[in-house]
């Protein structure tokens, strides 16, 4: 399978496991590698710099995390294809943006669906989740779109839905 698609959970929901008396987290907080990064300083008492965006589990982790790849080679953000995972506790979001589209090949339940064998997308009654989850992601990667030339406004009502087979493999 392409790198750019290995982000199913089994490629990317990693436990990280902190013990001992000042442990820090809940059970499924979310982070990212940022956030664990974060996790690490703090549990050190580095203090974070200020351009510095992870997020720790002592600061509540996060309601969601975004997973990106431009596949193998180059991660040429200007011109080629990204691949992006949304993940929340319940969801996860799989999209790609091709040029100046955003197309979404996958969305799973996560909670019925933990293997995330049954690919919800087309639901209609996950639609608004769907939407809330693009929301997020453009606010969250603002400086990549504008270094692609994209605003958030373009993107945020002008998303598709696209079949997982046309997804390359």
């Known amino acids: 399978r392409d790198v750019a698609l290995r982000t ?6 990693i ?3 902190l013990n001992g008396k000042d442990a820090i987290g809940q059970p499924r907080e979310l982070i990212d590698s940022m956030g664990a990064s974060a996790t690490i300083l703090e549990l050190c008492d580095v203090a974070k710099p200020s351009s ?21 080679g180059n991660a040429d953000i200007e011109n080629r294809d990204l691949y992006f995972t949304v993940t929340t506790a319940r969801h996860r979001m ?3 943006l091709r040029g100046r589209q955003l197309e979404i090949f996958g969305f799973y339940d996560r909670d019925s669906d933990p293997d995330e064998t049954v690919n919800r997308m087309a639901d209609a009654d996950v639609r608004p989740t769907i939407q809330e989850m ?14 692609r030339g994209i605003e958030q406004s373009e993107l945020s ?3 598709t839905l696209m079949s997982p087979e046309t997804v390359e493999e």
């Open 8 to 13: 199913n959970f089994e490629d990317i929901d």
């Open 15 to 17: 436990p990280l496991v």
């Open 52 to 72: 510095f965006k992870g997020r720790s589990i002592g600061e509540g982790g996060r309601a969601l995390v975004i997973s990106e790849s431009a596949g193998g």
């Open 94 to 96: 799989m999209t790609v």
């Open 134 to 147: 693009v929301n997020t992601l453009l606010a969250e990667r603002d400086e990549l779109l504008k270094i």
């Open 157 to 159: 009502d002008n998303w």
